[in-house]
């Protein structure tokens, strides 16, 4: 089963880095993603970029309504995740304990629902 674990820290927890700290701890990352994909375990995983960068995009009653900045207005914002294969929650939860970020974030860990098209449907299930 597929589960996505969700980064979510504040961009000060890492403010306290040297920059050769900091490339240590992404050099972490790059060889921890490097361990789950021998493990056959990593689908993919993306660090996002600030929260600054981001725009919420709705739309209600056919009206395109787009805003500057994440959704929600929090203090931890979402940057980056994994989406790892596991056999049971338990190894996802391990699976997450293990990415680096854990020491200064949090890790949302939730499972990923699978849709299906119905038999007589056509077409590509567009990443459901």
Do not use: W
């Amino acid at each position: 089963m597929r589960y996505l674990c969700l980064i979510y820290g504040t961009e000060d927890q890492t403010s306290h880095l040297s920059p050769e700290e900091m490339d240590m701890y992404i050099n972490e990352h790059i060889d921890y993603d490097a361990q789950l994909h021998d493990r056959g375990k990593l689908v993919v995983s993306e660090a996002l970029q600030s929260a600054d960068t981001a725009t919420t995009v709705r739309m209600r009653g056919n009206k395109l309504s787009v805003t500057d900045g994440p959704f929600a207005e929090t203090s931890e914002q979402l940057g980056g995740f994994y989406l790892v294969e596991a056999d049971s929650e338990e190894e996802a939860l391990q699976l997450a304990a293990g990415i680096p970020s854990a020491r200064f974030s949090s890790i949302e860990v939730r499972p990923v629902k699978s849709f299906a098209r119905s038999q007589g449907e056509q077409g590509s299930e567009g990443g459901r």
